[in-house]
C-alpha cells in the first residue's frame, strides 16, 4: 500500500492558511493590501471582539466581474504575475493569490463587488472552503469582504489567539502602517462600533503623520532625503534626538510602499544615529526606501513582511548616510556633523597651552575638599614636546624629564631629583599616559544579599560620579547608582498598590499628549493602574489625553516623555499578560525615569541613605530588569591578583 499520497486542496489550503494567516491582523493586512492594488481611494474596516467574531473591510476599488470573484478563491490564482519574469519584478502588494483562498478554508467569508461595468453586485459566500451561495447583491462600485468566525473548524489554532486588547493592538498598527504608506487613500478603522482611527486624504506623509500621531511627534521630526542611484532612494522622517522610544514600535519602514520588518533598515537606522542616542532607545522613523524591482525579492516569507536585498550592506550604508545627512542638516549635535565629513589620517597637533589642564581620564569623589597640592609638575621644554610629535625633521632622540618639586618641605626622596620617563609613555599634552595594568573583570562578581550587612558596609566615594565605591568586611563594593535607587522606587510602586496611595503632585498647567491609535488602546487598557501610580489622567476630545499630576519623585519635565514610554514599552504580547506582571512593566519605567542618573553627584548623606535603603529593598542584588546593582571585589581577589596568597 502506497505511504505517500496528495492532499486533498481544502486540507492544503488549511496548511496554508497557518502559514498567511497567523492572526486576525494578518486577514486585515491580505485584504487592505488587495484594496490598495484594486486602486481604492478610501477603505473602512471594522472589527469586533478582536477580529474573532468580525473583520470587514470595505473599498471604493475597480471591483470584479463575478467570474472572477468565484474564481479568486481558488489557490494560487492571480491577476498580478504570469511568467517567471513577472516574479522576478513585483509591483504590486499582493501576488500570489493565497490570501483568500486560505482565509475561507479557516473561516467564514462574504464578498461582495461590483465593476463600473456591471449593473448589480455579486454576492459570493463561503465556508470552511466550500462555496455556499453565489448571487446579486447591491452595492456600488467597489469590494466588501466580511470575515466571520476566525478558525471556527480550526479548534487547535483558535485557542492559541491572544486577548482581544493585544489582537486590537496589532490589527490597530497594521491600518497605521498602511495609511503611512499611503496617504492619498482615507481610512477609516471602527472598534466595536468606535472609532478608532478616521483619517481623510491627505497631500504628504508629513500632514499623515500629523493625522495619526498629532502634533507633539511633528513638531520633532526631521526630513530624510539621500540615497544612491542603482541602489536604493531614501525618503521619509526620523526624530530629533529628545523625541525618543524605548522599543522599536514607532520606527514603520516601507520598501516600495510595502511594509515591512527588516534587519538591514534597522540596522541602517541605528548606525546613522550612532554617538548621538544613548544605548537601549530608539527614535521614531518613517522611512520609505524606492528602489529596482530587480533589487530585491519580497517572495520570501509567506505573510510577505519580510524582503531580502540583492545588496544588503550597501542599503544599509544609504539609509546610515541619509539619517546622518538629516541630523547634520538639523545641527543637532556636532557628533552628527563631525561623522559626515571625511576625517584625517593623523590628527593635527596643538600644543597645549600652559594654562591648560590635563585631560580628565579618571575621577574618583569622596566627597571632601582636596588640600592644597604639594607637588608641582614641571612641564617639559616644548622643543621636546614638539620634536616627538612631529617626526620630520628627526631631533636627536634624548630622554624627556619630568621633574616633581616639593613647593614646601620635601622628603629627601623628592629633593632635586629627577624622574626620567621613557618617551614612549609621554602624551602630546607632555602627561604620563599609565602603562596597561591587569583588569579585574574576571576577579569582581555580583553579590548575594546574603553576604551583605547594612552596618558594615561605609561608602568612600564616586567613580566618574556614576557608581557608589564602598567597603565591607569582605572587601571592595562597587554600586551602580541609577539602578540602586531604580530598585528603591520600583519596591515604592508596588507597595503602594496594596499599603497606599502613593503622592501625587499637580502640574501648573497640564501636559496634553496626542496619542496614536495604537497608544490609544494601550491607553484604555492601562488607564486604572497609571492613576494608581500617582498619575492624573483625563482623556480628552478624540485621542488627545491630559496629564494633571505625576508622582511626586518625578520631574515635571519627563511626564510627557515616560507618558508615552510607557504606552510604548507596554509590549503586543503583554498586552494581555497577568495584570500582576503589566503592573510590574509599568512601575519598572516609572522607577527607571525618576531614578537618578550616571553623572550626577551624590553628597555622603545621599550615598548613606541609598546603601540602607537599597538594602531592605525584595530584592537589592539587582534591578527591576534583572541587572545587577552590586559587584564586590573580596579581599581574597585581591590578594590573590597581586600574587599574595
Known sequence: MNKIRVLSDNLANQIAAGEVVERPASVIKELVENSIDAGATRIQVDIELGGRRLMRISDDGEGMSRDDAILAFERHATSKIRTQEDLGAIGT?????????????VAKVELITKTA???????????????????????????????????????????FMRSEATENYHLTSIVTHYALAHPEIAFTLTNNGRDVMRVSPAKDLRERAFQIFGRD????????????????????????????????DSQYFFVNKRFVRDKTIAGGLLEGYRSVLPHGVYPVAFLFLEMPL??????????????????????????????RG??????????????????????????????QPPPEQSRIDFGIQPATPQL??????????????????????????????????SPDFFVDEGISVPEERLQPSGYIEMPPVDSAAKVAKAVDIESVSPSTIQPLGQLHESFIIAVDDEGLLLIDQHVAHERILFDKFRKSETEREIESQNLLLPETVD??????????????????????????????????????????AEARNLFTEILDTIEAEKKGGAKRTLRDDIAASLACKAAVKINMKLTPEKMRWMIDRLL?????????????VILRLSMKDIERSFHRT
Open 93 to 105: 502588494l499582493g501576488f500570489r493569490g493565497e490570501a483568500l483562498a486560505s482565509i475561507a478554508s
Open 117 to 159: 461595468e456591471d449593473k448589480v453586485a455579486s454576492r459570493v459566500v463561503i465556508e470552511g472552503g466550500r462555496l455556499i451561495d453565489v448571487k446579486d447583491a447591491a452595492r456600488d462600485g467597489g469590494t466588501t469582504v466580511s470575515v466571520r468566525d476566525l478558525f471556527f473548524n480550526t479548534p487547535a489554532r483558535r485557542k
Open 217 to 248: 511627534v511633528l513638531e520633532s521630526l526631521l526630513p530624510v532625503d539621500g540615497g544612491r542611484e542603482y541602489v536604493a532612494k531614501l525618503s521619509g522622517f526620523v526624530s530629533a534626538p529628545r523625541e525618543r522610544r524605548t522599543t522599536r
Open 294 to 323: 530587480e533589487e530585491i525579492d519580497v517572495n520570501v516569507h509567506p505573510a510577505k513582511t519580510e524582503v531580502r536585498f540583492r545588496r544588503g550592506e550597501a542599503v544599509k550604508d544609504v539609509i546610515a548616510e541619509a539619517v
Open 326 to 355: 538629516a541630523l547634520a542638516n538639523a545641527g543637532i549635535v556636532a557628533e552628527a556633523r563631525a561623522e559626515s565629513l571625511p576625517q584625517a589620517s593623523e590628527p593635527a597637533f596643538v600644543p597645549p597651552s600652559v594654562e
Open 376 to 409: 608641582e609638575l614641571i612641564q617639559p621644554p616644548p622643543l621636546a614636546r614638539v620634536a616627538t610629535a612631529d617626526p620630520a625633521p628627526q631631533a636627536p632622540s634624548r630622554p624627556q624629564i619630568i621633574e616633581f618639586k616639593d613647593s614646601q618641605e
Open 515 to 556: 496619542l496614536s491609535p495604537a497608544q490609544s488602546e494601550a491607553f484604555a487598557l492601562i488607564e486604572n493602574d497609571l492613576e494608581s501610580l500617582g498619575f492624573g489622567l483625563m482623556r480628552l476630545s478624540g485621542r488627545t489625553v491630559a496629564i494633571k499630576s505625576i508622582p511626586t519623585d518625578l520631574r515635571p
Open 616 to 628: 531592605i529593598t525584595t530584592s537589592p542584588t539587582t534591578c527591576p530588569h534583572g541587572r545587577p
